[in-house]
């Protein structure tokens, strides 16, 4: 299984390597097709597509819960589909699927990348290959990616990236110095502390993605600083309040 953030981390990695649509590729080439753009994105995010190259396959084989939407409730990372059933225009289901109970010809395929604002990214014949639609119109089927876990792992608690010299600082694949830098993280973000790995390093989750980055560069808020912060905060707050008042009266108004 691979978390929804690494596969949302995919999605994004992949729509930046594709350059025009290509029957058959998953954008490692620069090619890709609808479903190319998601098992890309599954490869990247450390994942295997073993099956068939194709809307219809993955409709059928590799989709939990496939189902008409029909409230128009999307969530993110959910696989979306248009379709045609028997004698609409187009209609061109491939043999080998007309004896699997469902003959809706899924001929189209995209991945929810926002839900509000709405936004379907998929790969189709368009310059540079990649489209964003952001009204549901034909997105009527969804489903989510089996291999794709969607809830999410809780955090442990937030903590704030900090270092005494630079901006930011590496997020990276593994737990070690000379992996992949997934991400560098601005100074002053706040992240989700995901697990404790050792005394040098946590796994966190910053935006979508999910990494390793070194402890010594984590600052954990304890609820007693927030409290001290909150009465600090409506002290100043009394302060200013006090200081206008005294503007105002001093002015006769």
């Known amino acids: 299984m691979i978390t929804l953030q690494a596969f949302m981390r995919g999605i994004r990695e992949n729509v930046n390597r594709i350059t025009?649509?290509?029957?058959?590729?998953?954008?490692?080439?620069?090619?890709?097709?609808?479903?190319?753009?998601?098992?890309?994105?599954?490869?990247?995010?450390g994942g295997t597509w073993n099956g068939t190259h194709g809307s219809n396959y993955a409709a059928?084989?590799?989709i939990n819960g496939l189902h008409l939407i029909t409230k128009?409730?999307?969530s993110l990372g959910e696989i979306v589909f248009k379709a045609r059933a028997p004698g609409d225009t187009g209609y061109d289901l491939p043999e080998r699927y007309k004896t699997s109970g469902d003959l809706r010809d899924y001929y189209h395929v995209g991945v929810v990348t926002c839900v509000n604002p709405f936004c379907v990214t998929h790969c189709t014949g368009v310059p540079g290959g990649i489209k964003e639609d952001n009204q549901p119109g034909q997105w009527k089927y969804g489903g989510q990616l089996k291999m794709v876990e969607y809830q999410p792992v809780e955090p442990l608690y937030e903590a704030v990236v900090t270092a005494v010299s630079g901006r930011t600082v590496h997020l990276r694949a593994k737990?070690?110095?000379?992996?992949?830098?997934?991400?560098?993280?601005?100074?002053?973000?706040?992240?989700?502390?995901?697990?404790?790995?050792?005394?040098?390093?946590?796994?966190?989750r910053y935006l979508y993605y999910d990494g390793y980055m070194m402890r010594k560069f984590l600052e954990v808020r304890e609820?007693?600083?927030?409290?001290?912060?909150?009465?600090?905060?409506?002290a100043a707050l009394d302060k200013a309040k006090k200081?206008?008042?005294?503007?105002?009266?001093?002015?006769?108004?």
């Open 20 to 45: 025009h649509y290509e029957s058959g590729g998953d954008g490692s080439g620069g090619g890709c097709d609808c479903i190319g753009l998601i098992i890309g994105a599954v490869r990247l995010a």
């Open 60 to 62: 059928r084989n590799e």
């Open 72 to 74: 128009g409730e999307y």
């Open 175 to 204: 737990p070690n110095t000379q992996s992949t830098i997934l991400k560098s993280v601005p100074v002053g973000s706040k992240v989700e502390v995901l697990e404790e790995v050792n005394a040098d390093w946590a796994k966190i």
């Open 223 to 234: 609820p007693s600083d927030l409290v001290t912060e909150i009465h600090e905060a409506i």
């Open 243 to 253: 200081i206008l008042m005294d503007l105002i009266g001093g002015d006769g108004l």
